[in-house]
């Protein structure tokens, strides 16, 4: 059974930083895209970044120059390093792997902004 489990979330203050990993489990990793995605309270999911198997990025027009995801297929994870983190920010996150044929999500990491 396929599992993708996140962690790193938490409560930081306006301005601090976040690093979400995502692991992997039962499946190639190396050939699936990779991405996190958020959804807050309210709202619908949205992507936050992509990473290719090739190791091409794309981010969130509200993320870019604050996120950076990255993977390690080595150890079957990926991360996003999260800076200068804004209240908008709040949300739960999702890990997704995304192959030719399939597709799978974690259960999700909370992450709270707030003074």
């Known amino acids: 059974q396929v599992h993708l489990v996140e962690s790193g979330g938490g409560l930081v203050q306006p301005g601090g930083s976040l690093r979400l990993s995502c692991a992997a489990s039962?499946?190639?990793?190396?050939?699936?895209?990779m991405g996190w995605y958020r959804q807050a309270p309210g709202k619908q999911r949205e992507l936050v970044a992509v990473?290719?198997?090739?190791?091409?990025?794309n981010y969130a027009d509200s993320v870019k120059g604050r996120f950076t995801i990255s993977r390690d297929n080595a150890k079957n994870t990926v991360t996003l390093q999260m800076n200068s983190l804004k209240p908008e920010d709040t949300a739960l996150y999702y890990c997704?792997?995304?192959?030719?044929?399939?597709?799978?999500w974690g259960q999700g990491t909370q992450v709270t902004v707030s003074s």
């Open positions: 039962q499946i190639t990793f190396s050939i699936y895209n």
């Open positions: 997704n792997g995304r192959g030719a044929i399939r597709e799978y």
């Open positions: 990473i290719s198997s090739g190791g091409n990025t």
